[in-house]
């Protein structure tokens, strides 16, 4: 057995292991050249993650004050590329407000049920013909009045122009948004 030769290491080890230490080089590189090139933008400060249209007509926010028929409600600043906290709205008699009022949780689920037994029936030809079937919504509709907002509540606000860059408006629609409560699960049964 004299004259044998140790076995060498296959070429795509080789060709592995050249890979990773390039790829280690390049990332450390790249490292560098972010920390201590590229400024002090953060990448959230640098690109939108999405455009911002130029008409908006609606806005979310904490309603932070009232006043007779006059709401403040603060919201994040940059939602519509404008640095505006604080938006004023003027609500009047033609001002619809609506709330969100939670179901019965097991009427709710009958929807539900009553949804999903129809989604296994539904045929396609109906789905192409633009007749989808939508699911239940877990509240109801409620007319409401300028007695029923308070300062602290969420809403969504809609108005009839664009409302970008407005710090006051008038607003056509409320809409109060609570979160649902959930049920607490049932005990389980001792057995």
């Not at 076995?7 to 080789?14: D, G, K, N, T, V």
């Not at 409401?144 to 108005?159: E, P």
Request: proline share 8%; hydrophobic share 40%; glycine share 8%.
């Amino acid at each position: 057995m004299e004259g044998e030769t140790k076995p060498r290491y296959p070429l795509y080890i080789a060709i592995a292991a050249i890979a990773v230490v390039l790829l280690a080089i390049g990332g450390g590189v790249g490292y560098y050249i972010g920390a201590h090139e590229g400024g002090s933008e953060t990448a959230a400060e640098s690109v939108a993650p999405f455009p911002t249209p130029s008409d908006i007509r609606s806005v979310s926010g904490t309603i932070q004050s009232i006043s007779g028929n006059t709401l403040t409600i603060a919201v994040d600043p940059q939602t519509f590329g404008a640095d505006i906290a604080q938006r004023t709205v003027s609500l009047s008699d033609a001002t619809s407000i609506v709330k969100d009022v939670q179901k019965d949780p097991a009427a709710f689920q009958k929807e539900m049920d009553a949804f999903m037994k129809d989604m296994g029936t539904q045929k396609p030809d109906k789905m192409a013909a633009g007749e989808p079937l939508v699911p239940p919504m877990p509240y109801d509709k409620q007319q409401a009045t300028v007695n029923d907002l308070a300062a602290g509540m969420h809403i969504s606000v809609y108005a009839n122009e664009n409302i970008r860059s407005a710090e006051s408006f008038a607003a056509t629609k409320v809409e109060i948004t609570e979160a649902p409560t959930l049920a607490a699960p049932p005990a389980p049964s001792a057995q």
